[in-house]
């Protein structure tokens, strides 16, 4: 990933600071601290976000792009100042390439729903990779059944990095459409998706990156990868539920049909015909999310005071302590051990059940993930019934990875 | 366990063994003691036709009727917590006549502390694996 000169750091990371605006980590349960490691399914909020959404629903909520009064207008110049603060985060060249969307599944719906009206045809090809999240796999094969194209698969090696070789070989005549994670939900890896959409573009070919699991974890800059599609949520980047964007180049949103009618994203209605509003507005039908995706700026606000380097850096300490503690105690698998890797740990204590173990770690206040992190194809490559995925956010804590190893040792004492 | 005690009866069994222990690590062990016990899967059941694939573990589960008019399980998992469970929902519900089957509420895991592992959004198949129990029961009730 490249640098993103347009975040803002003026913070010095300071993690018991940061700690200190996460309310829940200050709960207890099952009478000991909570240890939250499932942070690629969900983040943790800070008091600014909270904040935010407090206020904007206490002294500014009304309907946006509709009154002309004065909170209708404060509620939109929220609404809308958001647009920017996105922009900016991900670097692309005009906030009419942001579409506010449910989150990254809705952003990957529009874009594949909206190209199976017109853009794919029987037999085209639609490329995707071994390591994708069921939300990039499943839109796709809806489009290719509903048009005729075909889904096609570039494999993973057991190290869980992605065979460019064959995606060379794979990206053909027919290729209409790449999709392919940014970094894995499961294993962590970091795909080379820069040198990937390169390969595509001199084929002629758009790419979709599913950037989800990677905005909280390093500078993304769209523009700087070329990326036709990158979609993202909210509450993967300490933001609020059911949030997210789809950013997409301003000459796709031109020319992709709506994806969902409704009010918000027409420009004049008659029973004949209808026009639609300019983009983005056009991809954004019915009242939105508001008090979302306010509050989804204030935690890009957040996130952006501090240097990214620095969080990375942190980050990678923790994942480097716990693949060196789990080693250590011997007997566990780790899966995923890319060279590019980041803030996630799978692994599986040898003989036993991921579910098992999960539950008796959450015991001890530990909370990891287990099951097939809906990647089931990529755990039925490796021949396991899941893992258990240990996920970090940039408010954990080195004693945090030394509980969680002490209660994967009890656990696996219990189990035995 | 008695052949003729009723599910209550079966349930209460149950409640009143994981009294006897104060901690979670007693229930759990308990459990998973419980899951050891149950009798094999025949072989001819381990089949994705009697899986029940959950997003965190899985459960295999079939029935047969017997020819004094009630219903016989057969059931397992992958994972030792779910099979636990599982061969209490065995315990409790072998050898039962179908229509009380298809009537039982279970309340007795919630009485045990193991309610959670039955819940829908857990994932683990258990609920899945309820939900198949009854279904055989309800044909077996309406034959």
């Known amino acids: 990933m490249q640098p993103a000169p347009s975040r803002l750091a003026t913070r010095t990371f300071d993690l018991d600071e940061v700690r200190s605006e996460f309310p829940v980590l200050s709960r207890r349960i099952h009478d000991h601290p909570l240890v939250y490691l499932d942070n690629a399914a969900t983040t943790q909020k800070p008091l600014t976000v909270l904040d935010r959404i407090d206020s904007y629903y206490r002294t500014e909520n009304a309907n946006v792009h509709r009154g002309v009064h004065t909170l209708s207008q404060e509620a939109t110049d929220a609404y809308e100042s958001v647009r920017p603060v996105m922009q900016r985060f991900l670097g692309a060249a005009s906030s009419r390439e942001i579409v506010f969307t449910k989150g990254t599944t809705e952003a990957v719906n529009l874009v594949a729903g909206s190209l199976a009206r017109g853009y794919f045809k029987k037999g085209d090809e639609i490329l995707l990779t071994g390591m994708e999240h069921h939300s990039n796999i499943v839109p796709w094969q809806l489009a290719a059944e509903a048009t005729g194209a075909v889904v096609k698969v570039v494999p993973v090696n057991d190290r869980g990095e992605l065979d460019l070789g064959a995606y060379q070989a794979l990206l053909g005549p027919r290729t209409r459409m790449v999709a392919v994670v940014h970094v894995s939900n499961s294993l962590g890896t970091i795909n080379p998706v820069r040198q990937m959409i390169a390969d595509a573009h001199s084929m002629g070919v758009p790419v979709l990156v599913d950037g989800a699991q990677a905005v909280a974890h390093g500078p993304v800059n769209v523009q700087d990868l070329d990326c036709d599609f990158y979609c993202m949520s909210a509450h993967k980047v300490f933001g609020p539920t059911g949030t997210g964007v789809l950013y997409a180049k301003e000459e796709w949103l031109e020319r992709m049909p709506p994806y969902q009618g409704g009010g918000d994203m027409i420009s004049a209605v008659t029973f004949e015909h209808t026009t639609y509003h300019e983009i983005p507005h056009k991809f954004e039908a019915g009242t939105p999310n508001m008090a979302g995706v306010i509050g989804m700026g204030a935690a890009i606000d957040y996130l952006s005071a501090f240097d990214i380097e620095e969080i990375q850096r942190h980050e990678s300490q923790l994942v480097t302590h716990a693949t060196g503690e789990l080693e250590e105690l011997g007997g566990v698998r780790l899966v995923g051990t890319a060279a590019h890797k980041t803030a996630v740990v799978s692994f599986l204590p040898e003989g036993l059940h991921p579910y098992d173990v999960a539950t008796v770690m959450d015991r001890f206040g530990v909370a990891v993930r287990s099951g097939h992190h809906c990647t089931q194809p990529l755990m039925d490559q490796y021949g396991i019934p899941g893992t258990l995925r240990a996920s970090f956010a940039l408010y954990n804590s080195l004693d945090e990875v030394d509980r969680l190893i002490d209660a994967v040792r009890k656990a696996r004492k219990f189990l035995s | ?143």
């Open chain 2, 1 to 143: 366990m008695t052949a003729t005690a009723t599910i209550e009866e079966r349930a209460d069994e149950v409640v009143e063994e994981f009294e006897l222990f104060d901690d979670w690590m007693g229930r759990y062990e308990h459990l998973i003691e419980q899951g050891k016990a149950l009798p094999a899967l025949p072989d001819a059941y381990r089949d994705e036709a009697y899986k029940v694939r959950g997003c965190q573990s899985q459960v295999w589960v079939a029935a047969e009727p017997t020819d004094h008019g009630t219903i016989q399980f057969w059931a397992d998992s992958d994972a030792i917590i779910t099979r636990g469970i599982v061969a209490l929902l065995v315990r409790v519900l072998n050898d039962q006549p179908p229509a009380a089957v298809a009537g039982t509420d279970l309340a007795f895991l919630d009485r045990i502390g193991m309610k959670e592992h039955l819940s829908p959004t857990r994932k683990n198949g258990l609920d899945a694996m309820v939900r198949r129990m009854k279904l055989y029961a309800e044909a077996l009730a309406s034959t």
